[in-house]
């Protein structure tokens, strides 16, 4: 078997998150939550569509009747119509924030950044009272590396709810981003005192102490509160089999083969556990099929990795893990498509070059 000059693709201490971003997605603190109604409507999005469109048969003119319908058929995943409502809500209310700021959330969630940025600034110029509309141009203007209107944006969202961590977390994002580790790690802290269990927070702190610190014990404790939280968190089972094959990795005295062995077969049992939460967790199926193959346990590694290419279909890694197996079975024409199809995705790939002259060398004879 071809000696592997690659490892793992992400480093053994890289989590699979970025952190240098903030999430787009429509849950807390992220721009629905917190849109303003007149009460808790507990009815289906379907008979809250019926009752609004009839009750507009009275008052075709009534904003927020076209507003609360809007909301129903976002509910519903119909925003065409979605939009449609809320154009309405804003041509019978031009002067009410809260129309606008569902509207640049529309548009937000759709990827039309400039649009949202337009709504949500004119929901903060009718004086919004929404934290929701500042942290979304905070993140607008982050996105696009504008740090001085991101943090008044943030400021101004934590000015008006200084409970919800999410904005706090969002100013250590962006001290990360600008590299400012120590500010970053008060701020995460600060998300904490507003909410001890706020996960995002303690796996940002996990990545600052384990790679811009250099503190891995440090680390594995924000990811074992992680795990006290929530059990089947995926990414924090993948913290810890990372930490485990990292010990692993260190004993290199042949008498304590043994203790190798159960290092790395505790890293499998953490990569299994994240991929019983996200089955689709491609980095720690390439966590776990290396750890296998290291094993040598072959065929439960060449599984791993023909998943992972099956999920991505550019993954040099996995293309290259697949052929050196298949070269060791005996199997050469698989492994040689295999090597090749590395190669395809990254003709710089030197292991795949080499490993495919060889092998087309030793088919032809």
């Given at each position: 078997?071809?000696?592997?000059?690659?490892?793992?693709?992400?480093?053994?201490?890289?989590t699979l998150l970025s952190w240098a971003c903030v999430e787009k997605s429509p849950e807390a603190g992220s721009g629905i939550a917190a849109i303003d109604t007149t009460a808790i409507d507990t009815a289906s999005p379907e008979a809250r569509l019926r009752r609004f469109t009839e009750q507009l048969?009275?008052?075709?003119?009534?904003?927020?009747?076209?507003?609360?319908?809007?909301?129903?058929?976002?509910?519903?995943?119909?925003?065409?119509?979605?939009m449609e409502d809320i154009d309405k809500a804003i041509e019978y209310s031009i002067t009410e924030p809260s129309a606008y700021h569902l509207r640049g959330f529309y548009y937000y969630v759709q990827k039309e950044d400039s649009a949202a940025l337009r709504d949500f600034q004119r929901a903060a110029?009718?004086?919004?009272?929404?934290?929701?509309?500042?942290?979304?141009?905070?993140?607008?203007?982050?996105?696009?590396?504008?740090?001085?209107?991101?943090?008044?944006?943030?400021?101004?969202?934590?000015?008006?709810?200084?409970?919800?961590?999410?904005?706090?977390?969002?100013?250590?994002?962006?001290?990360?981003?600008?590299?400012?580790?120590?500010?970053?790690?008060?701020?995460?802290?600060?998300?904490?005192?507003?909410?001890?269990?706020?996960?995002?927070?303690?796996?940002?702190?996990?990545?600052?102490?384990?790679?811009?610190?250099?503190?891995?014990?440090?680390?594995?404790?924000?990811?074992?509160?992680?795990?006290?939280?929530?059990?089947?968190?995926?990414?924090?089972?993948?913290?810890?089999?990372?930490?485990?094959?990292?010990?692993?990795?260190?004993?290199?005295?042949?008498?304590?083969?043994?203790?190798?062995?159960?290092?790395?077969?505790?890293?499998?049992?953490?990569?299994?556990?994240?991929?019983?939460?996200?089955?689709?967790?491609?980095?720690?199926?390439?966590?776990?099929?290396?750890?296998?193959?290291?094993?040598?346990?072959?065929?439960?590694?060449?599984?791993?990795?023909?998943?992972?290419?099956?999920?991505?279909?550019?993954?040099?890694?996995?293309?290259?893990?697949?052929?050196?197996?298949?070269?060791?079975?005996?199997?050469?024409?698989?492994?040689?498509?295999?090597?090749?199809?590395?190669?395809?995705?990254?003709?710089?790939?030197?292991?795949?070059?080499?490993?495919?002259?060889?092998?087309?060398?030793?088919?032809?004879?």
């Amino acid at each position: 078997m071809k000696s592997k000059t690659l490892v793992i693709t992400l480093s053994l201490f890289a989590t699979l998150l970025s952190w240098a971003c903030v999430e787009k997605s429509p849950e807390a603190g992220s721009g629905i939550a917190a849109i303003d109604t007149t009460a808790i409507d507990t009815a289906s999005p379907e008979a809250r569509l019926r009752r609004f469109t009839e009750q507009l048969k009275f008052g075709p003119k009534n904003w927020n009747l076209w507003y609360q319908r809007s909301l129903a058929l976002y509910e519903m995943g119909n925003m065409p119509r979605a939009m449609e409502d809320i154009d309405k809500a804003i041509e019978y209310s031009i002067t009410e924030p809260s129309a606008y700021h569902l509207r640049g959330f529309y548009y937000y969630v759709q990827k039309e950044d400039s649009a949202a940025l337009r709504d949500f600034q004119r929901a903060a110029d009718l004086q919004s009272e929404n934290p929701e509309t500042y942290y979304q141009i905070g993140n607008i203007y982050f996105f696009r590396r504008n740090y001085g209107k991101a943090e008044e944006a943030y400021d101004q969202a934590i000015k008006l709810d200084s409970l919800e961590p999410t904005y706090v977390f969002a100013k250590g994002l962006m001290r990360k981003q600008q590299g400012q580790i120590d500010k970053a790690i008060a701020l995460y802290n600060d998300a904490l005192k507003c909410d001890p269990t706020f996960v995002k927070a303690l796996l940002a702190l996990h990545d600052v102490y384990l790679i811009d610190k250099n503190n891995p014990d440090q680390a594995y404790v924000f990811n074992e509160r992680v795990l006290l939280i929530d059990s089947t968190q995926a990414l924090a089972h993948f913290n810890q089999g990372n930490f485990f094959m990292v010990r692993a990795s260190k004993v290199t005295d042949p008498k304590r083969a043994i203790d190798y062995e159960a290092l790395m077969k505790i890293a499998i049992a953490e990569y299994a556990s994240a991929l019983k939460s996200d089955p689709k967790f491609v980095q720690a199926l390439y966590n776990r099929g290396y750890s296998y193959f290291l094993l040598h346990s072959y065929e439960p590694a060449l599984i791993d990795f023909s998943r992972i290419t099956e999920l991505d279909p550019f993954h040099r890694d996995a293309f290259y893990m697949k052929a050196n197996i298949q070269e060791f079975q005996g199997d050469l024409p698989s492994a040689l498509a295999n090597y090749k199809r590395a190669l395809e995705i990254d003709p710089k790939f030197n292991d795949a070059a080499v490993a495919v002259k060889e092998l087309t060398v030793k088919l032809e004879h």
